[in-house]
């Protein structure tokens, strides 16, 4: 997938060590862009140095910046990391989450907390920070993707902790369309189906549920990572120039099936 969509662009990406976050950053660097890499710390090294060696071999640069990105201070040291190695950011694709299922009538306080910290109060303090720094720099401007879900329009049942973060990371993108829009700044959000992923590969591994998701989406497959980086591209790219405060849903039809 090279169509030279971010030529010379600087992207961060989070989360990007494993499956769609990766798949995303080495899709822009195909595209021509330079990469920021977020990844969470000892535990993702070795594999955000192999993403960072596929940004290299598409030809682009990277930094690498570790974090917690429930931590305020990540988000900071994301956009001190960007700045002082380009000089500026382009697009921010705010990707960090987790979603381990869980049922709802024993749900234990300390995960719920733990899932909003850092599904949505993550991708806060990442699209604030990085909107200051495109809010300042010249040409101001940019856009940002958060990665939300199709969990944000329906519940699951062992998703209670879940499906809220993904229906408040939408509504952020929406929110903030407003408010930086008049910078320059465009917020959108892309909404993935089931994608296999190493989130799900636990529950798909059961063949009933596999057979279940396969069955509810009409193209007859579940989605991989690597079918969210064109449009979170394009959403990136100067082609969605006049699209702010969008959703884009890319699931395979899975949310308009009756089946």
């Known amino acids: 997938m090279a169509y030279n ?3 010379g ?18 899709g822009a660097a195909k595209n021509g862009a330079n990469l920021v890499l977020h990844h969470l710390g000892e535990s993702t090294l070795s594999d955000i140095k192999e993403v960072e060696a596929e940004v290299a071999k598409a030809g682009g640069k990277s930094v690498i910046v570790a974090g917690d990105i429930a931590s305020e201070e990540t988000a900071t040291k994301i956009v001190a990391a960007a700045v002082s190695t380009f000089s500026r950011i382009d697009v921010l694709v705010s990707n960090a989450g987790v979603c381990p299922f869980h049922a709802f009538l024993d749900l234990p306080h300390s995960l719920w907390r733990r899932v909003q910290d850092i599904n949505l109060n ?14 300042t720099q010249t040409p101001r401007g940019g856009s940002i993707v ?3 879900s199709i969990s944000a329009l329906m519940g699951g ?6 499906t809220p973060t993904k229906a408040g990371v939408k509504s952020l993108m929406e929110s903030c369309a407003i408010a930086l829009g008049p910078m320059g700044i465009r917020c959108n959000s892309v909404l993935p189906g089931t994608i296999e992923t190493s989130i799900n590969k636990e529950d798909l591994s059961d063949p009933v549920k596999r057979a279940d998701q396969v069955r509810r989406v009409p193209l007859g497959r579940l989605g991989v990572p690597e079918d969210l980086a064109g449009p979170v591209l394009f959403m990136a790219s100067d082609l969605s120039g006049y699209v702010n405060g969008a959703s884009l849903l890319v699931d395979g039809g899975m949310a308009i099936s009756l089946q």
Do not use: D
């Not at 993550?122 to 809010?135: E, I, R, S, T």
């Open 122 to 135: 993550g991708a806060f303090f990442a699209v604030q920070a990085v909107a200051n720094q495109m809010a």
């Open 5 to 7: 969509l971010l030529p």
């Open 9 to 26: 662009k600087v992207v961060v990406v989070t989360g990007c060590s494993t499956g769609i976050g990766r798949a995303i950053a080495i």
């Open 146 to 148: 958060a990665i939300s």
């Open 157 to 162: 049942g062992e998703q209670a902790h879940y």
